[in-house]
């Protein structure tokens, strides 16, 4: 049920198993402690060459683990409809995995924005172009699951926190929210870590958002 014309992909209704999202979630907050004590991120770096490096990181810790559940890929092509002849959603990483029956539309999508506790926060580019394009369906139609991360790449977090917070709050309506950006340990040990819940454009079951933020500065 992809929609070309309204620039969505995914299955709808599709469930992510927790042991799934804690997996994917255990290798991001892996990679992202060998990366912060490596402290080669700078405040004017990319968040693509962030993501760059935070991919290597966890590609080092995945080798050293004899985990086969999942597999990922770093901004791919989301799987579009057959007709589909342009790209229509590209996530900062696409985690995959094993599951019988074969879907193609079976993914757990990433998307990382930076952030700053100083100066410009950044935070409502993480609404704008991050959250919303879960809830609009750009990428994960349907899913129960996403995650965002926030890179803060000028300290302090917690005022990169505070900001994000408000951002949310102030486009609620915008985003569909059904459950409030909180934090929330439930599916990750990382300290930094909140949930907040919305409907999508066509959706009937509430996606859970997972975000995870990581300091960088």
Known sequence: MNSIGDNTVGKP????????VRTVLDLIVAGAKELCVKKVVTPNMHEDHISEQLDQEMRTVY???????VNWA????????????IQIGEADFTFYWDQIPRDPNRYLAVE???LRGRYSSLANKYVDEGVLRFVNEKY???????????YIVVAPLSNALSSVKT???KR????????????????????????SRHFQDKATVPMTLIHVFFDFS
Do not use: W, Y
Request: proline content about 9%; aromatic content about 2%.
């Open 167 to 169: 951002a949310m709050d």
């Open 112 to 114: 990382a924005k930076k």
């Open 140 to 150: 994960g139609q349907g899913h129960d699951h996403g995650i965002m991360m926030g």
């Open 74 to 85: 770093m901004r791919p092509d989301i799987p579009t409809s057959h007709k589909a002849t």
């Open 172 to 195: 609620k309506v915008k985003t569909r929210e059904c459950s409030k950006f909180s934090p929330n340990g439930s599916l990750c040990t990382h300290p930094f870590t909140h949930h």
């Open 63 to 69: 080798r050293g683990t004899d985990s086969d559940i």
């Open 13 to 20: 209704e599709l469930p992510i198993r927790p042991g799934i």
